[in-house]
């Protein structure tokens, strides 16, 4: 199920599909500073706070094979619409909520809103940009929204909890969606109708959905209870079965949720890993400076906002870039340098981040840091989507932003570990920085199984983007353009 690809506005739909990334983005970040007023006024206890956070990463992270499957089969306009209806109903959720219930609740109906969005506004920019220089142009604008949404969401959160309290990092969203939502209708192609006989792989959805949900949950339980907590391997011991199970069944499914071949592609296996990378250790490191802002300069929510103000403009100076680089040299060489700079940026953070610090010690990090990000973002989701056919890029994008939830889940549980018990003091905040600039450069291990076409230039067998059907030549291709 693909959707046609001529709405007629092509600048205008990568607009909206920018924009639901930004609103999509933002809601990973917007929270972190004013997770203490939530704290005070819902009367959160004990651990029970880090589900603000988590119960969003959790669904969002279980169901993205699930809504990048339904894009594909259902149609990626209407899955759009749906996954901004759901995001939004669950933010007026959100901020009306007077329990942690509720809150946590809502943030989870977020996640799997979230979920059916992502992968919907992904394929959506794959299929209606030919691949090679336009795509890359179009994933460049693309990815300036959602990484910047990253850093913007912190800003936003410190400036609306300051100024209407926190209930309003929820109902921000609510006009954005009531905006986005009904201009998909005008600005996005429509979808066909429904395929019949490629209807969903039931078993494979109930276990993979199941699984990769588990999996999540037991990864963000570790930083409150630890790796060796019953909760933590009870959960850790189903979701493996789970997604044995889930393996098993996409091996002889007729109509899979997960095409096992699409591992083959020699541009997404190894983009799978670097996404994992990614999200290990250079997205979390927000996180951590978020701390550093408030539990050791002692920043205002409001602050601590103004304080990615930098970060999020030279994110967006290195989107600019990565298209560039990325024609000129390519999609390996510019992960390579990409994952070198949030290397690089990382340690000079960790190196600035003193307990007698300030802005400044930290702003040459933030600077190399930002690049690092905002090269690295529409690289490594190109990448994913080479020489994948049209009518699997909602199944391609959804395994790219699985393996990023699944990595931000493991790499937060190992620097959190590294960071206590000293998390909210500099000396615990510099260690888990700079562990993760070391784990960054595992990326760059994984980066150079690309091939080294030129990413500008057309592959001579690149899979056409109206393709309907999938084979196991439209997987193959890319590999005999190295």
């Known amino acids: 199920m693909t959707s046609t690809n001529s709405p007629g506005r092509p600048g205008w739909s990568l ?31 004990g651990h029970s706070a880090q589900w603000v956070i988590s119960a969003y990463a959790v669904f969002f992270g279980g169901f993205l094979l699930l809504g990048g499957r339904s894009g594909d089969l259902l149609g990626r306009r209407r899955m759009f619409v749906l996954g901004m209806v759901v995001f939004g109903g669950a933010s007026l959720l959100g901020g009306l909520a007077t329990s942690p219930a509720t809150l946590i609740a809502a943030r989870a109906l977020q996640g799997v809103g979230a979920a059916v969005v992502f992968p919907a506004t992904l394929s959506l920019v794959n299929t209606m ?5 336009e795509r890359v142009r179009a994933l460049g604008v693309w990815a300036m929204a959602g ?22 990092v929820f109902l921000v969203n609510v006009p954005l969606v009531i905006a986005a939502a009904p201009a998909a209708f005008r600005l996005l192609a429509a979808d066909g109708p429904v395929e019949r006989g490629h209807g969903y792989d039931l078993p494979g959805v109930l276990t993979g959905t ?34 044995a199970a889930f393996l098993g069944v996409e091996a002889r499914s007729r109509s899979p949720l ?27 490191v927000v996180y951590f400076l978020t701390l550093y802002f408030q539990d050791v300069l002692r920043y205002s929510a409001l602050q601590a ?12 100076l290195g989107n600019s870039v990565a298209g560039r680089l990325t024609i000129r040299v390519g999609v390996r060489s510019t992960l390579i340098i990409a994952l070198v700079l949030g290397a690089a940026g990382s340690a000079l953070l960790a190196v600035g981040m003193t307990a007698d610090g300030s802005y400044l010690t930290v702003l040459a990090g933030i600077c190399v840091y930002g690049m690092g990000m905002g090269t690295i973002y529409p690289t490594q989701f190109a990448a994913a989507g080479t020489g994948v056919a049209a009518r699997e890029q909602g ?10 939830q699944i990595g931000v889940g493991v790499g937060l549980a190992v620097l959190v570990g590294v960071a206590a018990p000293d998390i909210a003091a500099a000396d615990g905040l510099r260690a888990a920085v700079a562990v993760s600039a070391g784990l960054t450069l595992l990326g760059v291990i994984a980066a150079l199984a690309i091939p080294g076409r030129r990413a500008g230039e057309p592959a ?23």
Not at 395 to 404: L, S, Y
């Open 258 to 284: 997960m095409p096992l071949r699409l591992l083959r592609n020699r541009h997404l296996a190894p983009a799978l890993l670097i996404i994992f990378v990614f999200g290990a250790t250079m997205q979390n």
């Open 460 to 482: 001579p067998h690149a899979v056409p983007q109206d393709a309907a059907t999938s084979s196991a030549h439209d997987i193959e291709a890319p590999e005999r353009t190295g």
């Open 147 to 168: 990484a910047g949404g990253l850093s913007l969401g912190a800003l936003l959160g410190g400036v609306l909890t300051q100024a209407f309290g926190w209930e309003a």
């Open 129 to 133: 940009f030919a691949e090679g220089r």
């Open 395 to 404: 199944i391609a994008g959804g395994m790219a932003n699985t393996a990023m």
């Open 15 to 45: 607009a909206l599909l920018a924009f639901s990334s930004l609103i999509t983005s933002l809601d990973f970040t917007i929270v972190y500073v004013a997770l203490p007023e939530i704290v005070r006024e819902i009367g959160f206890s």
């Open 210 to 243: 199941a699984g990769a949900t588990l999996l999540v949950y037991a990864i963000a339980e570790v930083p409150e209870t630890g790796w060796t907590s019953s909760s933590f391997v009870v959960a850790a011991v189903l979701a493996v079965v789970l997604l």
């Open 305 to 316: 906002g103004l304080g990615f103000l930098g970060l999020s403009a030279v994110i967006a």
